[in-house]
């Protein structure tokens, strides 16, 4: 097996900006979050996202914040 056929292709980051990484990574970065909420949260489910700008000195995010049907999720970094 080569390793091109294990390792997840992210050739696509290199065309982004700075900015579009770190909203990238962030979004991940939500998703796994509320990945391990709904773990120990059996009885609560995914319910898609919701857009928010999140800004930092002159940089500004663009995230997809996942959300649950109960609404008692929020990624720490809000």
Not at 18 to 34: H, K, P, Q, T
Not at 35 to 57: A, I, T, V
Request: overall charge positive.
């Amino acid at each position: 097996m080569s390793i091109q056929k294990i390792t997840p292709n992210y050739s696509f980051l290199q065309d982004l900006s700075f900015e579009e990484i770190l909203s990238y990574a962030l979004n991940l970065l939500a998703l796994a979050e509320r990945k391990l909420y709904l773990e120990h949260h059996p009885d609560d489910k995914g319910n898609g996202f919701y857009k928010r700008k999140l800004s930092s000195g002159s940089l500004t995010f663009n995230i997809d914040v996942p959300r649950t049907r109960n609404g008692s999720f929020r990624p720490f970094f809000l």
